[in-house]
């Protein structure tokens, strides 16, 4: 056990640029032959367009990242031992899969979790984040559909994570593989058998537990932040679990179809100002 985790570990050190372009396309190929079979909800809108659609937004996500990246290591660097010393596995001498353990917990609480939360706290950052909910038709790609300038926010919340962690290089990447798997998988529009989902939900983000996420109404939309652990969203009381066969994806601020599926509409759309939460005279039981 410990050797393959030293593998693993080694793996990531030095993981090809080539392996994660793989991942991204093949988790992608992956999730859209499933959900061709074992679908959600019925996929009756035009695939390729939405797909070519979320993918514009997910390239300009890889497009601000790339010169980003080179920080994130540059982090991972000055934190290690050799350095500043500086973070939770640093100061707490651990066992390697302890290591993997905590270091995925507290990035993924970080890096994920908190910055998904603040987003949908702070206006400003909402009209970043709200690109990602104006989706009506979620599937696996829509895992990826992010504002620009969304990376930014998220960049500084991975730094931090980073930092808090003292993650040394091969666990950001560790950390970055499995986000990316869990985004795809969480979002996907496929039906996983109800066993499998209430073992799997226990410790992951399953698409059971996301999709209500997507609804175009709050509370709901406020709810299930989670990416990779399911917990965070336990712990802090924001889990729910609901009847999935009622949810309606998409915003209900921005209900107009045509402008959703408008590009230059979703790019424009943080400075445009922020549109007021919809009040409802009577509340939503899902
Ligand atoms: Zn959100």
Avoid at 135 to 161: C, K, M
């Amino acid at each position: 056990m410990e050797e393959l985790l030293i593998e693993v570990k080694n793996y990531f050190m030095d993981m090809p640029t080539k392996h994660r372009s793989i991942l991204l396309v093949g988790g992608l190929a992956l999730f859209m032959i499933l959900e061709q079979g074992i679908p959600f909800f019925e996929m009756t809108y035009n695939r390729t367009k939405h797909t070519l659609h979320n993918l514009f937004f997910t390239l300009t996500t890889i497009l601000v990242n790339l010169p980003l990246a080179f920080l994130l290591l540059e982090t991972s660097r000055l934190v290690g031992p050799e350095h500043y010393n500086f973070g939770v596995l640093n100061w707490i001498e651990m066992d390697l899969w302890l290591q993997m353990l905590v270091g995925l917990m507290l990035m993924d609480f970080i890096g994920a979790w908190l910055i998904h939360f603040i987003e949908h706290k702070i206006k400003v950052l909402w009209q970043f984040h709200v690109i990602h909910h104006t989706d009506q038709h979620v599937d696996t790609t829509s895992g990826n559909r992010h504002h620009p300038g969304e990376s930014v926010f998220r960049f500084i919340f991975t730094a931090l994570a980073i930092i808090v962690t003292g993650a040394p290089i091969w666990l950001v990447f560790f950390y970055q593989t499995m986000s990316l798997i869990l985004t795809q998988f969480n979002h996907s529009n496929i039906r996983v058998p109800k066993w499998l989902d209430s073992f799997l939900v226990l410790f992951f983000c399953t698409p059971d537990m996301h999709r209500v996420h997507h609804h175009h109404r709050q509370p709901y939309s406020d709810s299930n932040y989670g990416n990779i652990f399911s917990f965070w969203d336990r712990i802090f009381g924001t889990y729910v679990k609901v009847d999935n066969e009622k949810l309606v994806y998409g915003v209900d601020t921005y209900p107009d179809a045509k402008d959703v599926e408008s590009i230059g509409f979703l790019l424009k759309l943080p400075f445009v100002g922020y549109r007021k939460m919809i009040e409802y005279e009577k509340e939503e039981k899902l």
